[in-house]
């Protein structure tokens, strides 16, 4: 008996006690790391305690789920580490009175703006909106129809898209993220691979699973960790968020603001952009993209006073014809 709770062991009692100290060693780093994760969170609703209702209401919720010992007992808290394998310059991405059509729309109409090292940008506006079509221009993937789009000659992007179709099936969570090495270089760091797939929450038997057999959370996490291996110092990351559990969630958020590099983010959590993000890039109907210098509760608020308050509310997108 331990602690009110049976546990079975075959063996001695020596080695009862050995396993005994090595879990509560475990236990004891677990939580640790709660701890450290909580304080965060306590730190984040004390500081914004005069701006409540719904966005506090959110956090609040997510530091209850993270106090309570059951969630902890499920998910250990994770660090994620987003290696950068070249520095970078001071000039970034650049677009230059850039227009895009698909179809007969007009999606974007003459953007202009340059993103500034060590920006996180958040990508936001409906989904169709062009905020796909805008990542692959940067990826050179699609060319657009007038304008300039500049990339820094230091740049090195690694992408992470929604669909997740570069994960080989048939192949363990492990094999796809480490090709079957040992050791891992991530950043100017080795690292054993199983130790870096652990840190985004694949732990023993579930490092075995076949790729195809993952939830799509699990895709997502297995997606996110081979991506950010390649060490890309401007990440293009689309909905980064989908299907992710609150404690990976989290854990993305700390190592995108560690990060030495630029990232874009596309989402629809405006609590984890706020968290984030520096700029917004806002696609907000009529062809017309914004980019904007703060968070999202500070975009909504410049909306708001340039818009008034019917027009900055949801409404259908709608765009500009396309003139032939």
């Known amino acids: 008996l331990d602690r009110g709770e049976g546990i079975p062991w075959k063996g ?14 475990i236990e004891k780093r677990q939580e640790d790391a709660r701890m450290k994760a909580i304080k965060h969170e306590l730190e984040w609703v004390r500081q914004n305690a005069k701006g409540r209702q719904a966005k506090s209401k959110a956090r609040l919720a997510r530091f209850e789920e993270m106090s309570s010992y059951e969630y902890q007992a499920r998910n250990e808290t994770n660090e994620i580490f987003i290696p950068v394998a070249e520095r970078l310059g001071n000039n970034v991405i650049e ?7 698909f179809g007969d729309r007009l999606l974007i109409d003459d953007l202009s703006f340059k993103i500034p090292p060590g ?35 230091t740049v090195k992007i690694s992408a992470v898209d929604q669909m997740r179709d570069s994960l080989p099936n048939d192949k363990t969570a492990w094999e796809a993220v480490s090709d079957g090495q040992d050791v891992l270089q991530v950043g100017k760091f080795q690292m054993p691979s199983r130790a870096y797939l652990g840190r985004f929450n694949f732990k023993g038997g579930d490092q075995q699973k076949l790729v195809g057999a993952l939830s799509g959370g699990e895709r997502g996490r297995l997606h996110l960790a081979k991506t950010l291996l390649a060490g890309g110092n401007v990440l293009l990351l689309d909905e980064p968020s989908n299907d992710l559990d609150v404690e990976t969630l989290r854990a993305l958020e700390d190592a995108l603001l560690e990060f030495a590099g630029c990232a874009m983010v596309t989402s629809h959590d405006r609590w984890f952009l706020d968290r984030i993000a520096t700029h917004i890039l806002a696609f907000e109907g009529d062809s017309k993209v914004v980019f904007f210098d703060g968070n999202y509760t500070e975009y909504e608020a410049d909306k708001r006073k340039r818009l008034g308050e019917e027009a900055a509310r949801p409404h259908r997108l709608r765009f500009k014809p396309l003139k032939h």
């Open 119 to 153: 920006a996180i940008v958040g990508v936001i506006g409906p989904n169709g909106a062009g905020k796909s079509t805008l990542f692959k221009m940067i990826l050179g993937k699609e060319q657009p129809d007038s304008g300039e789009i500049e990339i820094g000659q």
């Open 12 to 25: 001695n009692y020596s080695s009862w006690l050995d396993q005994k100290e090595k879990r509560l060693e």
């Open 95 to 101: 677009f230059k009175h850039v227009s895009k059509g």
